[in-house]
């Protein structure tokens, strides 16, 4: 009785194996970071002297070098960084950029009338950093509107960086238009690296608008409605000590600090925040 069984069966099972190796293969999901290599040159730019000592401190929470490695950064390429605002990565990627490659900042047009006054702090402050060009070499500075962002030629870059960004946009309700720029200044195969600060996976948008914190969800999502592919994700920037849920959003954590002396320890143990760190290709 047993081999009748067995006899009947084994057609049958053959036929659902084949059914099985006929379906297609599920696509992998966006690979995670392997370790990349530090370019010596690199790390000769972290390690200058010329760097503000103030911002080398932070370099425990930003992890520069892998963070750059990661994004696949070299110093023969044409680099837009979007609004550098106090120039903390521009310290590092001008210098190194500097004899073979082009440092562009994309800054808030000053000539834009009614703007909050940080912009024109920081737009006066990039001109004089950048007369220093024995130290900058000839970056440029690309004047941009912000309710309608253009950071140049397109297909003019090699790679676009943005760092701590996104939540602006989101809360302005332009992210959009920033990804859609982003994707068209960037070469085909060229790089879209993005740091942001990390909400947790199902927090609603008004959430998010207010706390300066966004879903990995929805980055992917703005990126590739706008037509970019996710090419793998990072964790060097994050941190499992931020829970996400502050008093005053992100901004109760260093570097910004908006909280009441007595809790100083309780976020300085904290840290800056988790971040999303993301590799996103123009196809």
């Avoid at 070098?65 to 590092?92: D, H, M, R």
């Avoid at 190194?96 to 994309?106: I, R, T």
């Avoid at 879209?192 to 996976?201: C, F, I």
């Avoid at 309780?266 to 993301?278: F, H, W």
Wanted: glycine content about 6%.
């Amino acid at each position: 009785m047993k081999r009748l069984l067995l006899a009947a069966l084994v057609p049958a099972l053959l036929v659902a194996h084949a059914g099985m190796a006929a379906q297609p293969k599920a696509k992998p999901a966006a690979k995670a970071a392997a370790s990349a290599a530090v370019d010596p040159a690199l790390q000769a730019a972290l390690a200058s002297t010329t760097r503000d000592p103030k911002n080398v401190l932070r370099d425990q929470y930003r992890h520069p070098a892998q963070t750059l490695s990661f994004f696949g950064v070299k110093p023969n390429q044409t680099v837009v960084e979007i609004t550098p605002g106090g120039g903390w990565y521009t310290e590092i990627l001008a210098p190194y950029l500097k004899d073979s490659g082009q440092y562009v900042a994309a800054m808030y047009d000053p000539a834009i009338p009614n703007q909050p006054q940080y912009r024109y702090r920081q737009s006066k402050a990039m001109g004089e950093r950048f007369a220093n060009t024995q130290v900058y070499g000839k970056p440029e500075v690309r004047n941009f509107d912000p309710k309608a962002p253009n950071f140049g030629p397109a297909g003019s870059a090699d790679v676009v960086l943005t760092f701590r960004n996104a939540h602006n946009w989101v809360d302005d309700g332009t992210a959009d238009a920033y990804f859609k720029a982003f994707f068209d200044v960037l070469k085909p195969g060229g790089t879209l690296g993005l740091v942001d600060h990390r909400a947790k996976p199902g927090t609603d948008l008004e959430k998010m608008k207010t706390s300066g914190y966004l879903t990995e969800a929805l980055v992917i999502e703005l990126a590739q409605k706008a037509g970019f592919k996710l090419d793998a994700k990072s964790e060097i920037n994050a941190n499992p000590k931020d829970t996400a849920d502050h008093p005053n959003g992100v901004w109760t954590l260093p570097p910004t600090n908006q909280h009441d002396a007595k809790d100083d320890a309780k976020y300085k143990a904290i840290g800056e925040s988790d971040r999303m760190t993301l590799r996103f290709v123009k196809p």
